[in-house]
């Protein structure tokens, strides 16, 4: 019965424990979601019928909003089908979830630096790079804290989750490392490059949730994969 009871308490606890950690990362994102908005401000109209003239001169913020919503949207899909799948949390996977977070979260201060370089060949460059290296820390932190989450016993023997350890490793950054390379030889090239990145994380991620959802609606009520 002792027994009976400890084991209770301890499943409520690892599950509070990954509620919480839910919580937080979820605030995370809204926060950081918050202050990517933020990064636009209304043009400012010295004169009358300018407005339009003023407005194109803000499109380099426009798109890096844009290059930054969908990188958010994608690591957030990602993180959060990730979370569903986990039966607990361990502190290694804490730690490495928060650090990827981390990495994420400075999505307002990396494409801003990207869009007020827009004009400067030599600068831009150096954002991309910039851009380059904390989107592929931050998808190998990821990387890193499924594989051992995999190894404790916290996630479901599923294709994905099982790939080769160099693959995945590659898949997640090899785009990362190529825009960053590409960068030296032409700064747009390396752009056009991270974005093809994160469009393919979005396509990927959604795909991948909405498989996971299918064979939940196939398993019988109750259960859990």
């Keep these: 019965m002792t027994d009976s009871r400890h084991a209770t308490r301890n499943a409520r606890s690892i599950a509070g424990e990954k509620e919480s950690l839910e919580v937080l990362i979820h605030g995370i994102f809204a926060i950081t979601l ?3 908005v933020l990064e636009l401000h209304a043009p400012a109209q010295d004169e009358g019928g300018l407005l339009w003239q003023h407005l194109q001169e803000l499109a380099p913020q426009g798109a890096a909003y844009v290059f930054g919503f969908v990188y958010l949207m994608s690591a957030w899909i990602s993180i959060r089908d990730l979370l569903r799948q986990l039966s607990g949390v361990t502190i290694q996977v804490t730690v490495l979830l928060l650090a990827a977070i981390g990495l994420v979260s400075l999505a307002p201060f990396t494409v801003s630096t990207l869009a007020e370089s827009v004009g400067n060949s030599h600068d831009l460059g150096v954002a991309v790079r910039l851009m380059a290296v904390v989107m ?3 998808y190998l932190t990821s990387v890193v804290a499924t594989r051992v989450a ?4 916290l996630l479901p023997q599923l294709p994905y989750y099982e790939m ?3 693959l995945m490793i590659t898949t997640s950054i090899g785009p990362c490392t190529l825009a960053f390379l590409a960068s ?3 700064p747009w090239l390396g752009v056009g490059l991270l974005s093809t990145d994160i469009l393919f994380a979005v396509v990927t991620a959604a795909s991948f949730a909405l498989a996971r959802a299918r064979i939940a609606v196939r398993v019988a009520p109750g259960s859990t994969i």
């Design 34 to 36: 918050t202050l990517l």
């Design 136 to 138: 592929a820390t931050g």
């Design 150 to 153: 995999l190894r404790q016993g």
């Design 164 to 166: 080769r350890w160099p």
């Design 184 to 186: 030296y030889l032409s």
